[in-house]
């Protein structure tokens, strides 16, 4: 149940996957902090960064975890601009994981905006 969103937030689990041990050991070291990195913009609203890990820390100095839980709590405009159609993008702001901003299909921007009061 903490990872059904509440009407006024999106929650998600991440995974951070290597098959390879030492591939993963190696990149978990480079990726501490991530979580508080993976960020969701409603429009051109301000970006929404995660609360991330609400019922443990999982980070380390030396490493991040393989799996966190993140929450975005959205403000009041955030929910009735992504109502009105929106377009929600996602990103990543870690120097360690370079990568380019995603849009959200309509199917997913439809299910997320479902999950909203």
């Given at each position: 149940?903490?990872?059904?969103?509440?009407?006024?937030?999106?929650?998600?689990?991440?995974?951070?996957?290597?098959?390879?041990?030492?591939?993963?050991?190696?990149?978990?070291?480079?990726?501490?902090?991530?979580?508080?990195?993976?960020?969701?913009?409603?429009?051109?609203?301000?970006?929404?960064?995660?609360?991330?890990?609400?019922d443990m820390?999982?980070?380390?100095?030396?490493?991040?975890?393989?799996?966190?839980?993140?929450?975005?709590?959205?403000?009041?405009?955030?929910?009735?601009?992504?109502?009105?159609?929106?377009?929600?993008?996602?990103?990543?702001?870690?120097?360690?994981?370079?990568?380019?901003?995603?849009?959200?299909?309509?199917?997913?921007?439809?299910?997320?905006?479902?999950?909203?009061?």
């Open positions: 149940n903490p990872l059904i969103p509440d009407g006024d937030n999106w929650k998600c689990t991440l995974l951070i996957q290597y098959e390879d041990v030492d591939e993963r050991k190696r990149r978990l070291s480079e990726l501490v902090g991530i979580e508080d990195q993976i960020w969701l913009q409603v429009g051109d609203l301000a970006k929404i960064y995660p609360i991330a890990d609400e820390d999982r980070s380390r100095e030396e490493k991040t975890a393989s799996v966190h839980f993140l929450r975005y709590q959205l403000s009041s405009e955030q929910i009735s601009a992504a109502r009105l159609g929106a377009a929600i993008v996602a990103g990543i702001d870690h120097v360690a994981y370079p990568c380019e901003q995603v849009t959200a299909d309509e199917a997913t921007r439809n299910a997320l905006v479902g999950d909203l009061n």
